[in-house]
């Protein structure tokens, strides 16, 4: 059974693989008349939406669960409700805190396993966040397929956003950047993750040092859910790390501008950025439906095709 965790659980190929079936989409109705668990442990807006409506336009019913409704460790095992939520379903969506959890469920190996977002990963924003890239750097004659000879620069907390997004770039031929302060930079396990699959990453405490030269800026918030009693500390210390029209200025003519969102206006980056016309904060979200669509749809083919 094949589930999709972390970008990396793809080959550069497979990836490739999605981005195609992204850039021509599939109308064929492979869920119909069946359905998908969306299980959510905290809230969301891009990811819920961008879930069950690419559910719907694959023909399926996409059902939205609570951690209350299910009680994951609390009153049933993650192995048990994923044996139960199989009885059901095609296939098991979740956003969870702990990632282990959505390992353990992808353990169980009845169904299709997709991570909407733990603490170590996001592979369906950082998907989302290629189509993104390659509509922008497409042109009348070429659609962009790979992200050869582009540099991506994401300035911020390595969080997970980040290591997703780093391993998409890279597993797409691009180069990765990340300009953090002092503490907040990649982990040596996430590093070693990240050059185990050719990914080579450089890497700043000055984001003036980091930027020249970008085709993306990317910024993410600085204090994520969960992290609400940090907030103060953080402010200081990304000092220096917001993402202007200054900094824009510094990286390559016509580069674009990139959030996950939601976005801290203000903080992590001004409203001039946000809203200006180097921006792809909208076609970026918009995209979050063709990542999920894409990814079910590759999923449900090569665990049928035996």
């Known amino acids: 059974m094949r589930h999709l965790l972390e970008v990396d659980d793809l080959t550069p190929e497979e990836l490739s693989q999605i981005i195609a079936l992204g850039q021509s989409p599939t109308t064929t109705k492979i869920f ?40 994951i460790d609390t009153r049933e095992s993650a192995e048990d409700v994923t044996r139960t ?3 059901y379903h095609e296939a098991i969506c979740a956003r969870v805190f702990d990632h282990t959890v959505l390992e353990r469920m992808a353990a ?10 733990s603490d170590q ?5 950082a998907i989302a966040d290629a189509f993104t890239m390659l509509e922008a750097f497409s042109t009348s004659k070429q659609v962009a397929t ?39 930079g990649f982990s040596d396990i996430d590093r070693d ?22 085709d993306v800026i990317y910024s993410d918030t600085w ?54 016309k180097q921006s792809r904060i909208w076609s970026q979200a918009g995209h979050r439906l063709t990542s999920a669509r894409a990814v079910l749809s590759w999923l449900h083919a090569q665990n049928n095709d035996h």
Not at 108 to 117: A, E, F, K, M, T
Not at 152 to 162: L, R, S
């Open 32 to 71: 119909d008349g069946k359905g998908v668990a969306c299980y959510f442990e905290k809230p969301s807006a891009r990811t819920r939406n961008s879930t069950e409506m690419a559910v719907v336009q694959l023909g399926g019913h996409p059902i939205y669960i609570t951690d209350p409704e299910v009680g």
């Open 85 to 87: 939520l199989a009885c």
């Open 108 to 117: 169980v190996d009845i169904v299709p396993i997709v991570n909407l977002l």
């Open 121 to 125: 990963a996001h592979p369906l924003q």
């Open 146 to 184: 790979d992200l050869e000879d582009r540099v991506v620069t994401y300035v911020g907390d390595a969080n997970n956003v980040a290591r997703s997004l780093g391993l998409a770039v890279g597993m797409l031929g691009g180069e990765f950047r990340i300009a953090s302060p002092s503490g907040y």
């Open 193 to 214: 993750r990240l050059t185990g699959v050719g990914v080579t990453v450089g890497a700043g405490d000055r984001a003036a040092d980091v930027v020249p030269g970008s």
């Open 223 to 276: 204090t994520s859910m969960g992290q609400e009693a940090e907030h103060d500390e953080r402010l200081r210390a990304f000092e220096g790390f917001q993402v202007n029209e200054q900094m824009i200025a510094l990286a390559k003519p016509g580069a674009i501008f990139m959030h996950c969102l939601p976005a801290h206006r203000g903080e992590e980056v001004t409203d001039g950025v946000l809203d200006g």
